[in-house]
């Protein structure tokens, strides 16, 4: 197996050597848990290949010079400021978790340099860039995958292979609550920085599109940034209503989510990665008559696994042509069109059509009801 090279994007970049080489750029949490994770793995002693979680060489690439010196000393690898420079540097595949407005041009250039990039989500703040990245990737025949992580996320993978069974029966309405108290971000607001994780998750646990979608937004503490937001769509079969808002301090930080099917509902608590509750609860029909029944509740623990390290390493293999995708390009710039919708939506207070054409961006028209 080539080495491969795998770079870190977020406000800047980084390089990784992973029997593919890598590239990161600095700047938030998330940034830090990638270096964190990939800070984990063995240094190289000699070439390895085939070894999935083997980081043989790491660079860093950030545009702010004494932040990437730093972060390069503290790692003992090498540093460059430019990712215009990673194709030169050997680099394979790159993740870039730069600020969203910069991710079309970032990841098209490494993308035209013959790097294969796993881009932070939203995968663009436009559909029609989120396509045009989907295009590219597939005319430069490289691998493009989008942070989408929740697909990742253990509790939830376990209640999509339940579903995917039949457990549930069938799935009738989805309830997502994302809530906490703090400032609004200067550049996106919450349909692009949380819904754009449940408009996802709502079509990866239903394997569908929603039909027609409404969306409401706030946008006071900050003007044209988005604070709170509800999104509802509507499937053939099923609704689900997502709930996003910075402006909530009863809960501390919520993240959850429920899902009511025929026979059983699920809960699961996103803060809480490995737990899945199951209800036991139904309305039976008897003798003409409907009654809810009951039969209490069971706890499953799925399996512990690290969703950003999953994330990473399904992307590392996909780029070595040895496993395919959870959330590649495609899936990524569907979840844009939605959110583009969601938006447009809200400015008008209509209910849109949603008119999903696969591998090409959703439209919406409004509603004639």
């Excluded at 250039?109 to 029609?128: M, N, Q, Y």
């Excluded at 069974?165 to 692009?192: H, I, M, Q």
């Excluded at 950003?308 to 844009?336: C, D, K, N, Y």
Aim: net charge negative.
């Amino acid at each position: 197996m080539p080495p491969v090279a795998l770079a870190f994007f977020d406000s800047v970049g980084y390089i990784l050597h992973y029997n593919l080489r890598a590239s990161v750029v600095p700047a938030d949490a998330l940034r830090r848990h990638r270096h964190r994770i990939l800070g984990k793995q063995p240094r190289p002693r000699g070439r390895r290949t085939g070894r999935r979680g083997v980081i043989d060489e790491v660079s860093l690439c950030d545009v702010d010079e004494s932040r990437v010196a730093e972060l390069a000393e503290s790692y003992d690898v090498r540093a460059v400021t430019d990712y215009a420079e990673l194709a030169a540097l050997g680099v394979d595949a790159a993740t870039v978790s730069t600020p969203s407005p910069t991710h079309h041009e970032i990841a098209t250039t490494l993308l035209e340099d013959g790097i294969d990039v796993l881009v932070e989500k939203p995968l663009a703040l436009d559909s029609t860039e989120a396509w045009d990245l989907v295009s590219t990737a597939d005319e430069e025949d490289r691998t493009l995958a989008v942070g989408h992580i929740f697909r990742h996320h253990p509790a939830l993978c376990e209640l999509k292979r339940r579903i995917d069974r039949g457990e549930l029966g069938r799935v009738k309405y989805l309830a997502t609550n994302r809530f906490s108290f703090r400032a609004p971000r200067a550049t996106t607001g919450v349909l692009y920085s949380l819904a754009v994780h449940d408009v996802d998750v709502s079509n990866y646990l239903l394997n569908d599109q929603p039909e027609w979608l409404y969306c409401s937004t706030d946008s006071i503490v900050r003007e044209g940034i988005d604070e709170t937001a509800t999104v509802v769509l509507e499937y053939e079969d099923a609704t689900s209503v997502i709930n996003e808002s910075w402006q909530v301090p009863v809960f501390g930080k919520r993240r959850d989510l429920v899902v009511v099917g025929s026979e059983k509902a699920a809960y699961i608590d996103y803060l809480d990665d490995t737990v899945l509750e199951l209800y036991d609860s139904r309305i039976v029909e008897r003798d003409g008559s409907l009654s809810a029944r009951e039969e209490g509740k069971q706890v499953f623990e799925a399996p512990t696994a690290e969703p950003l390290r999953a994330e990473i390493e399904e992307f590392v293999a996909a780029s070595q042509g040895q496993s395919t995708l959870r959330a590649p390009g495609s899936v990524g710039a569907r979840a844009v069109d939605l959110l583009e919708l969601a938006e447009r939506s809200a400015d008008r207070n209509e209910t849109l059509r949603v008119d999903a054409v696969a591998g090409s961006p959703a439209r919406g028209r409004a509603s004639q009801e």
